[in-house]
C-alpha cells in the first residue's frame, strides 16, 4: 500500500521536474504557450513521471524498512548509549561554537556546523564503545536487576512469596499460549521474566508479511497482555540483555547462568543444550506429558479410529489429550467408535503412546476363553 502511495507521490514529483528541465533545455518560461518547444517539454515530462513511478520506493519505504530491521537488531544498550553521548557531543559542541562563530568569514560560519558533527559523533562512538562501563554505572545507582524483581514479588506476603524462583519466558512458549493457562493454576512460583529483546522478537514476528507468522507474533502479544492482567505470577519485563550474544536463545542461557534462574520453554533443542549447560529448564511438552492419563496393559477404554496406521492392519486414534493410541488390527475398524483393550503403553521423545486392540479381538484370541 505505501509503495503504490510514494510510487504517485514519486510519478508526481518527477514529473514536476522533467516539465522544469524540458523548460530550461527549451528556455521557455511557459511551454504551454509555445506549441514548439512542447514537443521536447512533454517527452521530458513523461521520462520524469516513468522514473519517478520506478524509483520512489527505492528511496522511500525500501532504505526505511531495511532501517526498521537494523535498528530492531540493536541492543538496547547501544541505542541508550548512543543517544546520551550525541547528547554530550552536542552540548559541548555548543559550547565550542560560541568562540568559533566569532572567527571572521569563512570559518565563523562554518565551524561551528562541523564541530557538531564532529562532537556528536565522538560522543556517540566513545559511549558505544564503554556501554558495559556504563551499564556498570547505572546498576550502582539502581542495584541489581533480579534483586529488585525478587523485592517486587516480596511485597505482598503468601506462600508463594516466600521463596520467589524467576522463570524467563522464551519466545516459543510465548507463542504457544498455554503458559497462559499454567500461571492461572498457580502452579508456576515466578515471577514471570520476559526480556526486551524477546519482546522485540515477537514484534518481529508479528509485523511479518508472512500471514502465519504475523498471526503467530500477535497471539504472543496478545499471550503477554493476559498474563499481565494475572495477580500472580507477576509477569515482569526487564532489560536484562548481553549485548555480545546475537542469537535470543545463547542469550537466555547467558542470564539464566548468571543469575541462577530458570527457562520456560517447549523448544526441544533450546531444551537439551540448557540442560548440558547446567540450566534449569520447564518444558512445557513434558508438562502435558506428565499429566496426560496412563493407561496400564489389561485396561479398558474406548475410542474412535480415524486413520490407517504405518504397519499393515493397523488403525490409528488419538485421545482427547493428543495421545496416539495405535490399534492392532483395526485397520478395518477405521471410522467406527470401538471398545479397546491396552496392550503397552511407551514414553517416547514425541510423547507417549498406547497400543491396543479391539477388545472382542482380544477375547477372540485369548487360549483361557476355550
Do not use: C
Amino acid at each position: 500500500m505505501f509503495d503504490r502511495i510514494f510510487r504517485i507521490l514519486g510519478l508526481i514529483v518527477f514529473a514536476i521536474i522533467g516539465w522544469e528541465i524540458g523548460a530550461i533545455v527549451t528556455d521557455t518560461p511557459n511551454p504551454l504557450q509555445d506549441l514548439e518547444s512542447l514537443k521536447y517539454v512533454i517527452p521530458l515530462t513523461l521520462v520524469g513521471a516513468i522514473v519517478g513511478w520506478i524509483i520512489a520506493p527505492w528511496i522511500t519505504t525500501r532504505p526505511a524498512k531495511y532501517a526498521i530491521r537494523v535498528v530492531r537488531q540493536i541492543p538496547i544498550e547501544e541505542v541508550i548509549a548512543g543517544s546520551i553521548g550525541l547528547l554530550l557531543g552536542l552540548i559541548v559542541a555548543a559550547l565550542v561554537a560560541i568562540p568559533l562563530a566569532k572567527l571572521p568569514p569563512p570559518f565563523g560560519p562554518i565551524l561551528p556546523f562541523i564541530a557538531s558533527i564532529i562532537f556528536g559523533y565522538l560522543g556517540a562512538i566513545i559511549l558505544i564503545l564503554r556501554r558495559d562501563d556504563l551499564v556498570r554505572i547505572l546498576k550502582t545507582f539502581r542495584g541489581e536487576e533480579i534483586g529488585r524483581f525478587r523485592a517486587v514479588v516480596q511485597e505482598k506476603p503468601g506462600p508463594l512469596a516466600q521463596g520467589p524462583y524467576p522463570l524467563l519466558l522464551d519466545t516459543s512458549v510465548i507463542i504457544d499460549g498455554r503458559i497462559l493457562d499454567v500461571a492461572r493454576t498457580g502452579f508456576l512460583p515466578g515471577p514471570l521474566l520476559v526480556p526486551r529483546f524477546v519482546l522485540s522478537e515477537l514484534q518481529y514476528i508479528a509485523d511479518s508479511s508472512d500471514a502465519l507468522r504475523r498471526a503467530r507474533g500477535r497471539r504472543g502479544l496478545q499471550v503477554l497482555d493476559d498474563l499481565q492482567q494475572l495477580e500472580h505470577p507477576k509477569l515482569v519485563i526487564v532489560d536484562m540483555d548481553v549485548p555480545d550474544v546475537r542469537e535470543v536463545d545463547d542469550k537466555l542461557m547467558v542470564l539464566a547462568r548468571k543469575h541462577n534462574i530458570g527457562i520456560v520453554t517447549n523448544d526441544y533443542n533450546l531444551n537439551r543444550v540448557a540442560a548440558l549447560q547446567g540450566v534449569n529448564v520447564l518444558n512445557l511438552n513434558d508438562l502435558a506429558n506428565a499429566v496426560k492419563a496412563i493407561y496400564l496393559p489389561g485396561e479398558q477404554l474406548r475410542l474412535r479410529i480415524i486413520q490407517e496406521g504405518k504397519e499393515p492392519e493397523q488403525g490409528v486414534g488419538y485421545l482427547e489429550d493428543g495421545t496416539m493410541v495405535v490399534v492392532e488390527h483395526g485397520r478395518s475398524l477405521i471410522g467406527q467408535e470401538v471398545d479397546l483393550e491396552v496392550t503397552k503403553a511407551l514414553q517416547t521423545s514425541a510423547g507417549r503412546m498406547i497400543f491396543a486392540t479391539p477388545a472382542n479381538h482380544s477375547a477372540q484370541h485369548d487360549p483361557s476363553a476355550t
